[in-house]
């Protein structure tokens, strides 16, 4: 099936820092101060906007191709409030690469995953760290079922 042209409607972006665990807040915080220039684009992400982002490369295409693997909310860390983008602030996605270096550098030394060391790059993520998986489990999905972001911070130590 061809691929349509970019979609005329778009799907709003979540900035704010208060659907963010508390722990996880607070680590971002310090990164964006830590990094000249920085500035959150992205935060918690609805399923709406996840759906859209997935259809970029798949169902439209725009000249971007495939900006993410995740189809729904649940199967990205965005969806449960432990996950964000971050971009420059006059140069958006097309930083230099010593800028997003420095990005995942002081993220690391935040105890938080950077996107840019995994195979399918994604320099502007940032979740938080380890011992979490790249993506959510299935038992990450059902705990945020019964319980919503919050048992899920609780769990990965994040509230």
Do not use: C
């Amino acid at each position: 099936m061809p691929k349509l042209p970019a979609p005329i409607f778009t799907v709003p972006v979540d900035q704010s820092l208060e659907g963010l665990a508390p722990r996880f807040r607070a680590r971002v915080e310090m990164l964006v101060a830590a990094v000249p220039d920085a500035m959150i684009y992205e935060t918690l992400r609805s399923d709406a906007r996840q759906q859209y982002l997935y259809g970029f490369g798949r169902q439209w295409d725009d000249g971007r191709g495939i900006v993410t693997n995740s189809e729904t909310n649940i199967d990205t860390w965005h969806g449960y409030g432990l996950a964000v983008d971050i971009i420059h602030k006059a140069k958006g996605w097309d930083a230099p690469a010593d800028w997003w270096d420095r990005l995942g550098a002081e993220a690391i030394i935040r105890g938080l995953t950077w996107g840019g060391k995994w195979t399918f790059k994604d320099l502007p993520h940032v979740q938080w760290g380890p011992p979490m998986r790249r993506s959510p489990s299935p038992s990450a999905s059902l705990l945020k079922a019964k319980g919503g972001n919050e048992a899920v911070w609780k769990v990965v130590e994040a509230l």
